[in-house]
């Protein structure tokens, strides 16, 4: 039923114009970052063949990539999350959704992996263009992997959120501007707070997100993410459960 529900999901994310519209504005604007850093990069390797360890091309071009990329997901996925819940409540096709023999939870993992399948669908293209760069040089896949591994749990954070915040409200517009200020908020307090023990960086998705952009695989920046995104489930999962108490 999960599967179904995702599948649905999916298919109701990928039917919409605007989502073609959107892909293509984040395709041109990674594109553009990246031919923007790769000649910025061939402009000074003459340098850097000079100095001993200097930065190779996967910290020089890559890591600022998925950097630009995990800032489009913060602006782009509450887009995708507000309908998930919000529009069926506002369509009334939520109660019906609640009186079928599926679970709550199964409702909010079946739209959770629809939203996260969409979500690796659209940041596809990005570990592609980065390994074009295997043509020419050679790539540090540590790095790299490392990277695309902290985007994954970013966006699994992101849709969590936006899916919780969707399940409190029959507006999307509103769920949209929520989840938008919350992740926003977040960062914004991270980049404001100059003390390296400040308690606003370990809220901050973004700051978590760092050591990996860096090459360090943290269990500790990964468990917040799987923390944050599993409170955020089930929380969405007990707001459905309470919206099926009330009819």
Same mark, same amino acid.
């Given at each position: ?110 739209? $959770?992996?629809? *939203?996260?399948?969409?979500?690796? #669908? %659209?940041?596809?293209?990005?570990? =592609?263009?980065?390994l074009? /760069? @295997? ?13 695309i ?44 707070s100059s ?22 695989l ?5 468990? $917040?993410?799987? *923390?944050?995104?599993?409170?955020? #489930? %089930?929380?969405?999962?007990?707001? =459905?459960?309470?919206?099926? /108490? @009330?009819?």
């Amino acid at each position: 039923m999960i599967a179904l529900i995702a599948a649905r999901e999916l298919r109701s994310l990928l039917s919409m114009p605007s989502t073609w519209w959107v892909l293509a504005g984040l395709q041109f604007m990674l594109a553009w970052i990246f031919l923007t850093r790769l000649d910025a990069f061939l402009e000074i390797q003459p340098q850097l063949a000079q100095i001993a360890n200097a930065p190779g091309v996967t910290a020089s071009i890559a890591r600022d990539v998925c950097n630009v990329a995990a800032l489009l997901l913060m602006m782009l996925t509450p887009l995708f999350t507000m309908r998930v819940i919000a529009e069926e409540r506002r369509n009334q096709t939520l109660t019906l959704l609640l009186s079928s023999p599926v679970s709550s939870a199964q409702i909010v993992l079946g739209k $959770f992996v629809g *939203l996260m399948g969409f979500l690796l #669908l %659209l940041m596809s293209t990005t570990p =592609l263009m980065l390994l074009s /760069l @295997q043509i020419g040089t050679t790539l540090d896949f540590g790095l790299l992997c490392s990277n695309i591994f902290g985007l994954i749990l970013l966006a699994s954070c992101y849709a969590a959120v936006g899916l919780y915040v969707s399940s409190l409200t029959a507006q999307p517009i509103i769920a949209a501007i929520t989840t938008l200020g919350v992740l926003l908020g977040s960062w914004l307090a991270d980049m404001s707070s100059s003390a390296l023990d400040s308690p606003w960086h370990q809220v901050s998705p973004l700051y978590h997100f760092q050591n990996f952009s860096n090459g360090l695989l943290d269990t500790g920046d990964a468990s $917040f993410f799987v *923390l944050v995104s599993g409170v955020c #489930l %089930l929380l969405a999962m007990q707001r =459905l459960n309470a919206h099926r /108490l @009330q009819k």
